[in-house]
């Protein structure tokens, strides 16, 4: 499924499947997003992610990896799991063993073997198997996630919180394990920690809200781009306000779009304005260069325009390979800032991709 529906995460959908039926299997389809998001995805319940976009073979490649993934020791641990779920604990011990003796120190295998000690209420047995296999995946979250359950399970508040308290720094987009942390500081007496931790669940909740006010106004955005590029401005600096100091790059998009609306307004100086910002976020973004050079070159300041367009094509070489319209835009910006033999590569490359692209033939001809 797809990470957003209709301007809404899938994130509450994931859990509730995963809840209701465990063994299917869930792949979210993402834009590029930060690395905690991909924690986080997969801690509520992803199978795997796959980063848009991408090609049918890969695509196909990762759905199958995501069905049968492991071969021999992968087929032995889906057998452990299920041994543990159906109350054969013995069993399930037997081949968690079987599985280290392959591959000895294996995390998951552990994790049998953990999971089939506290089905025997042999609860100091199965710590110290989720203690190993927590040192053996560093970057695991369900070692640390079975240890704290243990902890909860014998009353442990102290140590329960402290390792939800490392699951948080691990994957800190969890509100619901940041309640849970307050809470346990509440239960211990340490009120203020309490109210740090609830604090910073709110805030969280709070961006996540702001961000769907964000998609929102984008979406509105987009509706009126066209014919009303006034009215897409009011609402892109919405949706850039409603992030109130928060701005990241996922924000850059939205940066690109203001700056081609105010553009369709002839507000070039105004588009470059917004694009410095942009740039402060992410100093190495291609297209925001790219559009600082369009942008430029609109106001008819061609040497800078050419300064962009060269800072852009350093960063990314293959830019010209989106469109032959970015192609004839490159050309364009070149031949303005008299780099004649620029210009003609790259109409020889916008006529590549679309023999019969009428501008391109012309300005070729001038030239």
């Not at 992803?46 to 995501?66: G, Q, R």
Request: with cysteine.
């Amino acid at each position: 499924m797809e990470r957003e529906i209709n301007g809404k995460y899938c994130h509450d959908l994931v859990q509730f499947l995963k809840n209701q039926y465990p063994d299917v299997l869930i792949i979210i389809l993402t834009t590029e997003v930060a690395r905690e998001i991909l924690i986080y995805l997969h801690e509520i319940g992803a199978n795997n992610v796959i980063t848009k976009p991408i090609s049918p073979d890969m695509l196909i490649e990762k759905i199958a990896f995501t069905v049968k993934p492991r071969g021999q020791i992968g087929e032995l641990i889906e057998a452990g799991k299920k041994l543990n779920e159906t109350g054969k604990f013995d069993d399930a011990a037997t081949l968690a063993r079987k599985i280290l003796e392959i591959k000895p120190g294996s995390p998951a295998a552990l994790l049998v073997l953990g999971d089939s000690f506290k089905g025997q209420s042999r609860m100091d047995e199965a710590l110290n198997a989720y203690m190993e296999a927590s040192r053996n995946g560093k970057l695991f979250l369900d070692p640390i996630k079975k240890i704290a359950e243990l902890h909860k399970i014998t009353g442990n508040v102290r140590e329960e919180t402290k390792y939800l308290e490392r699951l948080d720094r691990l994957s800190p987009l969890n509100v619901d394990r940041k309640i849970s942390i307050g809470d346990n500081y509440m239960s211990l007496g340490e009120r203020d920690k309490a109210v740090e931790v609830f604090d910073d669940a709110i805030k969280l909740a709070t961006k996540e809200a702001m961000a769907q006010v964000g998609r929102v106004t984008r979406t509105i955005a987009e509706h009126c781009i066209s014919n009303a590029p006034e009215l897409s401005e009011k609402y892109l600096r919405q949706s850039l306000d409603s992030k109130k100091g928060a701005l990241d790059k996922s924000d850059i998009e939205t940066f690109n779009r203001l700056g081609i609306t105010l553009r369709k307004q002839g507000k070039p100086e105004l588009a470059i304005e917004e694009y410095r910002k942009a740039l402060k976020i992410a100093p190495n973004d291609a297209g925001l260069y790219y559009n600082m050079a369009m942008a430029y070159s609109e106001g008819r300041q061609f040497q800078d325009a050419f300064n962009f367009l060269d800072k852009a094509l350093s960063i990314n070489p293959d830019l010209w390979n989106a469109s032959e319209t970015v192609c004839f835009n490159i050309a364009t910006v070149f031949y303005r800032a008299a780099r004649k033999e620029q210009a003609t590569e790259f109409l020889q490359k916008a006529l590549a991709i679309n023999p019969n692209f009428e501008r391109a033939k012309a300005m070729l001809r001038e030239l």
